[in-house]
């Protein structure tokens, strides 16, 4: 796949002919790139839930999360703080609800300062039917199969299902795996679907552009920051129809600016 960067810069330049000198490994085929991953892992440490797999109370794909959300009301650049990257937010499903394993820290790299987001998709079916437990079995399923690359752990540190829930993945306190090379300071959402073939619903990419434009705000993650796989190496990922919608979002006015601009300035 081309690196159809919306966003010219020199650093992107420079980081895609980083990217170019290790590219062939990342070349994985789509279906492969779901549970195998698209890069290696990490850990966490699960907090104790009761019902893995059963709907939390005021399950949010239930609840009016969107841009009603307040954002913490640091002014100047924060220093990422390690309290912050324990910080969960509101509208994301902790990972507690559907594992209980341990991120492995032996191999599990500490974040970075967070610098950047990157964007995919998990290359596998959709969905049948869009309810919590499905969500739940990909993601066990997606985190095994991480493991299996003797990862630390699921490589991603949010997920998003078609329904528009948002998940907690690998605790942000570590280091993603999701992009070769590209890991430190990266962020990695992935979107369920193989959006090569399939669209986006309205609801995952309306929770999308809520879960970037949030962490943005609270890591002061410029615009020009925010990436797609593709764009930082050679891998169809994530798919044709979810890069098309990544460039809108992206644009000057599009919906990702004017949501950061708004919540900026309400705080
Ligand atoms: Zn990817």
Known sequence: MDNQSPLSSTTR????????K????IAVSGILAGLSGCKSGSKRNGRSANMIGQ?????????NHPPSMPFPTNSSRPQVAAARLTE??????PRTAWTHGK????LADPMQQISRITVHHDAISPLPSGQYADSVRRLVAIRRGHLGNHWADIGY???IDP?????QARPLIYQGAHVKDNNPGNIGIVMFGNYEQATPTAKALDTLNT???HEMRRFNVPLSRVYTHQELRSTACPGRNLQAQMIQLRRPNGALAMLVNQYTAST
């Not at 290790?22 to 490994?25: E, T």
């Not at 709907?55 to 609840?63: A, E, L, R, T």
């Open 13 to 20: 330049r420079n980081i895609l002919q980083l990217g170019a």
């Open 22 to 25: 290790a590219g062939s490994m």
């Open 55 to 63: 709907p939390i109370p005021g399950d949010p794909v239930h609840v």
């Open 88 to 93: 969960l937010p509101h509208f994301v499903i």
């Open 103 to 106: 991120t492995k820290v032996s």
């Open 157 to 159: 540190h949010y997920a």
């Open 163 to 167: 329904a528009g829930r948002a998940w």
């Open 211 to 213: 879960l970037i434009a």
